[in-house]
């Protein structure tokens, strides 16, 4: 019998096991500088050591010295998934942190970064979500069919998910380390070489009960499933910066693919199903990281007005992601995204600038391909903050972002559910930049 009703519960665990972290949609990579949060365009700008992760060949329009630039930020996020117009919710935060240095001196420059290049975070859905209640239901499902093939009356049956909850994070830092080069007045050269290493985790818990338990029969019914993947990898990056007038700068940045084969390591399977599901303790799975190509173009309107326009295009499309064996959603089914914003920045006077941006980001990831635990929404961003040189060698940034997200809604093929994923973040962001010389 229990055979019977493990087989008859993978359909619904398919679910489970393809859910949050370990499956969807293209990964939006964002770095996320306290520089970044209050303008959102960032790919043209030449006056801060976070600019070797947008625009490292501007790193030479900077005065010669040494900077150290120390950046975190706070993400208040509420996620939201409805299924069958049951609602599911999270509200977990996340601090991300970020570490930039420039060493510059005359025609050459040294740069380095460490920062969030995989897009993520944590979430703890504490009763539930959707992908919880479709296992439930799944289960409920399938423990009754096994019970009613075994002749049990049907007063027996399972009746209800008496607990479920859920856990997802996901890590992705990127190092960053190379050097740019000064041409003459109007070009320079970067290249660096980076060193991705990031992991996923899913925990989760899902409980039904039977009112009146048939004799001999487990009650409740509880399936556990703890499982980890981490994966390492090394790509490339190669950037250029032109400066044709004193007002106009264009920086042009290519990320290359970094390739990611993630080693997988199941921690809990109470029922012994995940290696159905592409899940083998020791396995093996695809999921690269995109490249990408970013253009700024910024214009120094007045002395006191600067303009920055920017587009960034993932190309998901020839990334290289693995289907998990046995789950209804394409993995693979992706199109290239992009952001593409517009930011202004004004000098009150010559310590204080504020500024003030906004960012359109298309993920190219249709709805029934995405994670129910960090769903990949097409969004509208704006974002404002201002820096305070307090010296020469001391500047504070601070940034406040909102992230208005399009919600999506499906009919899952899977199982003929009504789904719909939401979501709404705000940031808050302080960094620090110091000159040591």
């Known amino acids: 019998m229990r055979k019977r009703f493990v087989f008859l519960c ?8 393809a859910s949050s972290l370990f499956a969807g949609g293209a990964d939006n990579k964002t770095n996320w500088s306290a520089e970044y949060i209050r303008t959102l365009n960032r790919n043209a700008a030449t006056d801060s050591a976070d600019i070797v992760m947008y625009n490292p060949a501007g790193v030479m329009k900077m005065a010669d010295g040494l900077y150290g630039n120390l950046s975190g930020h706070y993400v208040d996020k ?7 117009g049951v609602d599911f919710d999270q509200d977990k935060g996340s601090i991300v942190p970020g570490l930039f240095a420039i ?24 009763d539930g979500n959707a992908t919880t209640n479709l296992v439930g239901v799944s289960l409920i499902g399938g423990a009754n069919r096994a019970l009613a093939g075994a002749g049990v009356p049907s007063s027996f049956f399972y009746s209800g998910i008496t607990q479920q909850n859920l856990d997802g994070e996901q890590t992705g830092l990127g190092y960053t380390l190379g050097g740019a080069y000064k041409i003459n007045d109007i070009f320079s050269l970067a290249l660096a070489a980076r060193y991705v290493s990031t992991k996923r985790k899913l925990d989760g818990t899902i409980t039904v009960s039977a009112t009146n338990p048939f004799p001999g029969v487990n009650n409740p019914l509880t399936e ?87 587009f960034t295009y993932y190309l998901n499309e020839s990334a290289g992601f693995d289907d998990i064996a046995g789950t209804p959603r394409d993995e693979s089914a992706v199109d290239n995204g992009f952001d593409l914003g517009i930011a202004c920045e004004y000098a009150f006077n010559e ?48 940034g406040l972002g909102h992230v208005f997200y399009q919600s999506e809604s499906f009919v899952s093929m899977a199982t ?22």
């Open 10 to 17: 993978v359909a619904g665990l398919i679910a489970f096991s």
């Open 78 to 84: 509420y996620y939201n998934n409805e299924i069958n």
């Open 351 to 398: 310590k204080v600038k504020g500024s003030v941006g906004y960012l359109y980001t298309k993920t190219g990831v249709d709805a029934e391909n995405m994670t129910p635990e960090l769903p990949e929404l097409d969004a509208h961003s704006l974002g404002a903050g201002v820096v305070w040189e307090v010296n020469p060698k001391l500047a504070l940034n601070f």
């Open 224 to 310: 556990l499933a703890d499982v980890e993947e981490d994966a390492k990898g090394w790509g490339g990056v190669l950037g250029v910066n032109i400066a044709p007038t004193e007002q106009w700068n264009i920086g042009i940045r290519y990320d290359t693919k970094v390739n990611l084969d993630f080693d997988q390591d199941v921690n809990q399977d109470t029922l012994g199903i995940l290696p159905a599901l592409g899940y083998i303790d020791g396995g093996e799975r695809e999921r690269n990281l995109p490249a990408i190509l970013a253009l700024g173009v910024s214009y120094q309107v007045t002395p006191e007005i600067r303009l920055e326009t920017d």
């Open 103 to 126: 060493y510059k001196h005359d025609r050459w420059a040294g740069i380095f970064g460490v920062s969030n290049v995989v897009g993520g975070g944590k979430v703890e859905f504490k």
């Open 416 to 437: 003929g559910a009504n789904i719909k994923y939401e979501k709404d973040i705000n940031f808050l962001a302080f960094g620090i930049q110091y000159k040591f010389m």
